[in-house]
């Protein structure tokens, strides 16, 4: 069966190595990447280094050393139930570091992201004058943002 060239299957998103040169093996086309299940690889280059500045600079959750190899401090219990706990707050922490990251960068998001917050029906321009800050977040205690310690013990009266 001949397979029909349409404008869009000849769009397609590829990984450009460092000589300039596209990888054959990273091609996909664009249709498929908007609407089908997106390359692994293509996924890894387009947002591995976020998901890595967000582990070591925001969280501390692991470090790079000398010889550009990862360090890991996280520490996973061997209980199901605690691993289950664990796994979830670290991705709660992810989602968290992400959704400021999101509201620095895009107006609109923090408007979004503002409305949620507030239980609003509307997102409003007034929404503007707030910064979004996280609480567990390096960034937040680095720039005094943070009135707590999220680790701290408090005693309940």
Not at 21 to 26: F, L, Y
Not at 43 to 55: A, N
Not at 87 to 93: A, N
Request: proline content about 3%; charged content about 25%; hydrophobic content about 35%.
């Amino acid at each position: 069966m001949e397979q029909r060239i349409t404008p869009d299957s000849r769009l397609v998103v590829a990984k450009m190595l460092s000589n300039g040169c596209i990888d054959p093996s990273s091609i996909q086309s664009l249709v498929q990447w908007q609407r089908g299940p997106r390359s692994f690889d293509l996924m890894r280059h387009g947002y591995g280094d976020e998901l890595l500045g967000i582990l070591t600079e925001e969280l501390g959750l692991v470090s790079v050393n000398e010889d550009g190899l990862l360090r890991s401090k996280i520490i996973i219990v061997t209980s199901e139930e605690e691993v289950r706990g664990a796994i979830m707050r670290i991705l709660g922490k992810i989602a968290e570091a992400l959704i400021v990251r999101n509201c620095h960068t895009d107006i609109y998001a923090n408007r979004r992201w503002g409305q949620i917050a507030r239980r609003g029906t509307v997102p409003h321009h007034t929404l503007d004058q707030y910064l979004a800050v996280g609480t567990g977040l390096e960034t937040t205690r680095l720039n005094h943002y943070q009135k707590y310690r999220p680790n701290q013990n408090f005693t309940m009266f």
